[in-house]
């Protein structure tokens, strides 16, 4: 029996080891949602409250369990004859004392995460840009009001300026998270949240959903691409500019067939420019193929995965809701042939 409790803890403390060592080597800042690789005032300020909270729990375990291996060693148990430590009935001064250190430690560690809510909570500048984020099962849309800016899951924002966040939700609960920007807020249907952030630095930066909200939660991602004041600006008149028109006649069939009954993709989504594409169900795709990511982010944009994200959309992102509502996947009669998912993936690749 004793050797088998000593293989137990052997096995027991090099698995306890290995959970230990992944977790930290986890926390690498070259992850590239690693919230210790903070760019802009929020995530920094956030950071910070999170190296103070851990620095604090770090001194309090260690005490707690120095404390717990001297008294186990010095009041251990030495003979079979040996009696009862001597019983100490209270001692008002260590209750005292393990009372108000533990409440002084939580109120200096509570006064600057309170400082540090208000400033990630309140915008320094009311006026600044404001986005409007929408979450929806499982894509976000981004709205630019001032500037007139429609997109999806991908945000284009000029580095060094705040940029204000509405958060709002079509369907369910979803959360909206750019770790290395700032952290997580709930995106709640009918109950408009805030934030704000800053970039300090040029770079792509990856987002997602961070609550649970549905059988392709883990696939809702997007991108907040920072870039300089005049690149922006840029991407911003791009954006305002109308789809551009099928130039070859492999684009035009696929033009037709999207803006055709039979398979009905201009009832959801928005083509600026079309007669008939305004619906608002699922992307906005006047310049689909601008973005460097396709399906959330989840997918380069690349002709192939649009190939395949046509064929079997429930395949690459199951439960989505083009697959559950679209005719031409769930009608036999509906089935789109090989050459019209080509002619299809021709003219949306053509979106530019």
């Not at 096995?11 to 210790?36: E, K, M, R, W």
């Not at 999806?152 to 940029?163: F, K, M, Q, R």
């Not at 204000?164 to 369907?171: G, Q, R, V, W």
Request: glycine share 6%.
């Amino acid at each position: 029996m004793p050797t088998i409790n000593r293989q137990f803890a052997k096995y027991s403390f090099v698995l306890l080891a290995g959970i230990i060592l992944a977790l930290i080597f986890g926390c690498t800042n070259d992850h590239p949602q690693s919230p210790f690789d903070a760019v802009g005032p929020v995530s920094e300020s956030q950071a910070l409250i999170f190296y103070i909270i851990s620095y604090a729990g770090i001194v309090v375990f260690v005490i707690v369990m120095a404390l717990l291996a001297y008294f186990t060693f010095k009041y251990r148990k030495r003979s079979e004859n040996e009696g009862d430590p001597e019983q100490i009935h209270g001692n008002s001064t260590f209750e005292i004392a393990w009372t108000v250190i533990p409440a002084l430690l939580l109120i200096a560690v509570a006064v600057p995460t309170i400082n540090s809510l208000w400033d990630t909570t309140v915008s320094p500048e009311p006026d600044a840009l404001v986005v409007r984020v929408t979450g929806n099962q499982w894509w976000f849309r981004f709205d630019i009001p001032e500037l007139g800016v429609v997109t999806a899951n991908e945000l284009h924002i000029p580095v060094g300026e705040v940029i204000n966040i509405e958060l709002d939700s079509k369907d369910v609960i979803h959360s909206f998270w750019v770790p290395k920007l700032a952290g997580k807020v709930d995106m709640i249907p009918n109950n408009e949240n805030t934030m704000w952030f800053q970039s300090n630095e040029e770079g792509i930066f990856y987002g997602q959903c961070a609550e649970f909200c549905g059988e392709s939660h883990a696939l809702m991602r997007f991108k907040v691409v920072v870039e300089s004041r005049k690149e922006f600006d840029a991407w911003v008149a791009s954006q305002l500019l109308d789809a551009i028109k099928p130039s070859d006649p492999l684009s035009q069939q696929g033009h037709d067939l999207f803006m055709s009954s039979e398979a009905g993709c201009y009832a959801c989504h928005t083509i600026r420019g079309s007669q008939k594409a305004y619906g608002e169900v699922g992307p906005e795709l006047t310049h689909f193929a601008s973005r460097l990511h396709m399906l959330s982010g989840i997918m380069d944009n690349t002709h192939e995965n649009l190939i395949s994200w046509l064929t079997d959309p429930d395949e690459v992102k199951p439960g989505n809701i083009m697959s559950k509502n679209a005719s031409v996947y769930n009608d036999p009669d509906k089935v789109l042939s090989d050459p019209e998912i080509t002619a299809l993936a021709a003219y949306l690749r053509s979106l530019k």
